[in-house]
């Protein structure tokens, strides 16, 4: 395992970081050395939310989102397809409709992205591995950005996963959220979930891609306790990193208060994942560590968005709402007139305030951009994170 002195070495591979200033230079360090540093292909690996350092997309961030300042997104998900024989009851794509976008439309997006300011993507779906064009994409994003894949396995072939890591795939996360296989068939509702991914996480490792799991935590199991279990079960499979989530008020089902877990609860997962990563086998990476106030905050809106497979321009996966299509306005005026609705804060926006969006959504999700607009004029966001305090005391401005 690399030692916080490689990842010093190859923070500063990249001098220009220096003139970002000491505060955020230390800030960058202490969240580092939360983590358990990993090397493939040459690079420093953090997790896969930042990308490696070294990396041309790290170089990206350095000078485009510290030593300047880009009021752009940084981060991004597409859903490459819409198409998936998983049925999940918590999925936030599930009541999404219309015409997908095309390859050519796909890799359009890609690009004005990146000129926005995104250096780190996402691919996701429905299932990603049905496209026929995923290679094609990911090589064509990782020219410039740092690119993960999100996917339940199903499908996968050895070649695949060879062609996928050859086109320059950074990480992927496997979905699998639990260690009995009936228990996530079910919550996948789809029998052989369970074992498709299993399969797909020794194929990838055998590519010698970076291998994650994706684990969605239910309200039960973070209340029963039940995180450490898991952890040791998905050990068990030798994957480098376990990115962790609990289920979000995406959708319906889920718009109830008693199945979102409780402030306290989200502080213990963060501090078991600081324990965890001084002496587990893998890296823990909780989005509620994440997106906490000590941290980088909930940057829904501003520095990540989302493109759904129909076009539609939301804050972030888990926000069921749309600020437009790109097929119908610029996407850079879309962007813009969601980044100037959106505050930077320190808690997760769509746990906040899904009961907005369910007041609001007759007629189905994504909630409309007029509708959309309107509930943000009421929104009252949290303070900024850390980071994001560091950062605007940088530039001498709000962020």
Known sequence: MPTMRNAIKALLANPAILTAGPALDLFLCRYMRKFRLREVGGHVI??????????????????????RRNDGPSHAQ????????????????????????????????????????VFWLGLTGGEPLLSRDLVEIVAHAATRCSVKLFTTGWGLTPRRARDLKSAGLF??????????????????????AFRAALAA???????????????????????RGETARLLEFLETLGVHEIWLSETKPSVQPFWDEA??????????????????????????NYLGHFESAEHFGCTAGRKMVYVDAFGEISPCVFAPMTFGNLR??????????????FR????????????????RSAGGLPVPPDRSAEMMQQVRFTPMSRFFELHARRFGQPT
């Open 46 to 67: 953090v997790h896969s939310h930042l990308p490696p350092l070294g990396s041309k997309a790290f170089g990206r961030f350095v000078n485009e989102h510290l030593v």
């Open 78 to 117: 597409i859903a490459v397809t819409s198409a998936c024989p998983q049925r999940c009851s918590f999925c936030y794509n599930r009541d999404r409709t219309g015409t997908p976008l095309s390859r050519a439309e796909i890799l359009w997006t890609i690009d004005q992205l990146a000129d926005a300011g």
């Open 171 to 192: 990480s992927v996360s496997v979905s699998l959220d639990h260690w009995d296989e009936e228990t996530h068939d079910r919550g996948r509702n789809y029998q052989g």
């Open 201 to 223: 996480i020794a194929t990838f490792r055998e590519a010698g891609l970076d291998t994650g799991v994706s684990t969605v935590l239910s309200k039960e199991m973070v209340a």
């Open 259 to 284: 199945l979102l877990i409780t402030d306290e609860e989200r502080r213990r997962l963060i501090a078991l994942q600081d324990r965890y990563n001084r002496s587990g086998h893998a890296t823990l």
């Open 328 to 341: 119908q306005r610029p996407l850079a005026a879309i962007l813009t007139e969601m980044r100037s609705a």
């Open 344 to 359: 930077l804060g320190s808690a997760c926006f769509i746990s906040r305030h899904y009961e907005m969006l369910r007041d």
